[in-house]
């Protein structure tokens, strides 16, 4: 079956503007987690998502970064006013369950490069 | 601190050679283990998951010390295919046992292995 998609797998954007990450995960995964990776880094912990509720957005960097998810499937992370400190690989990944209980799936990752 | 801490390599090894890392965790809550690999530009994939009694998937083998907050992961005879970044990975869980729903990665430890 699909993995975890998402789009676009690269942008680049002028500081200031606004982008939309997407992601699509696992069909029947109730988990979706949003990751972000700068350069030669670890994974840095953005959002989760169990269902269509965020109970945790405790990795969010700043209050220009905010995500949703409808439906209990697509989910979109939306960074204002973009940075040059906001480019990095942007990573989701889905799980049949929470984190911990099921294994985790990674989507390629969307490479945002502020200009 | 940082929450997981994990040899910071890189390692070089020949073929055939076994390699070591090791990885210590500060949340005595922690209580769900992994090892993922991250192959160049890529997203990372489950490699193992870490039990308490140690376990082993062929080449690899992992430990986990609980009293010492250490996890460590063992590859004999390495593959030219071995390369790659080893990320340690840990879970916490509530008093009740339910996971928080997030992962939190370790740097990575680089390993190259040569003909």
């Known amino acids: 079956g699909a993995g975890v998609s998402q789009s676009p797998s690269n942008k680049v954007t002028e500081k200031g503007k606004d982008v939309e990450l997407r992601c699509d995960p696992i069909s029947g995964h109730t988990a979706l987690y949003w990751y972000r990776q700068s350069l030669g880094q670890g994974l840095e912990f953005l959002i989760y998502?169990?269902?269509?509720?965020?109970?945790?957005k405790s990795g969010l960097p700043s209050d220009r970064f905010s995500a949703e998810r409808t439906g209990g499937s697509v989910s979109t992370l939306t960074i204002q006013r973009t940075q040059q400190e906001d480019s990095a690989v942007y990573l989701c990944?889905?799980?049949?369950?929470?984190?911990?209980?099921?294994?985790?799936?990674f989507g390629p990752g969307t490479r945002l490069t502020v200009l | 601190r940082k929450e997981v801490e994990q040899d910071p390599g890189p390692f070089n090894v020949p073929e055939g050679a076994t390699v070591a890392f090791n990885c210590t965790y500060s949340?005595?809550?922690?209580?769900?283990f992994f090892w993922y690999r991250q192959d160049c530009r890529k997203e990372p994939k489950l490699l193992m998951s870490v039990y308490s009694s140690g376990n082993e998937d062929g080449r690899f083998t992992a430990q986990l010390n609980r009293a010492s907050q250490y996890i460590s992961l063992l590859i004999r005879d390495s593959k030219l295919s071995d390369s790659a970044t080893y990320l340690c990975v840990v879970n916490i869980r509530n008093a009740g046992g339910t996971s928080y729903g997030k992962l939190t990665f370790g740097q990575g430890t680089i390993l190259t292995v040569h003909p």
């Open positions: 990944a889905s799980s049949q369950r929470l984190a911990g209980e099921s294994e985790q799936f």
């Open positions: 998502f169990q269902g269509n509720s965020a109970p945790d």
């Open positions: 949340n005595s809550a922690s209580q769900s």
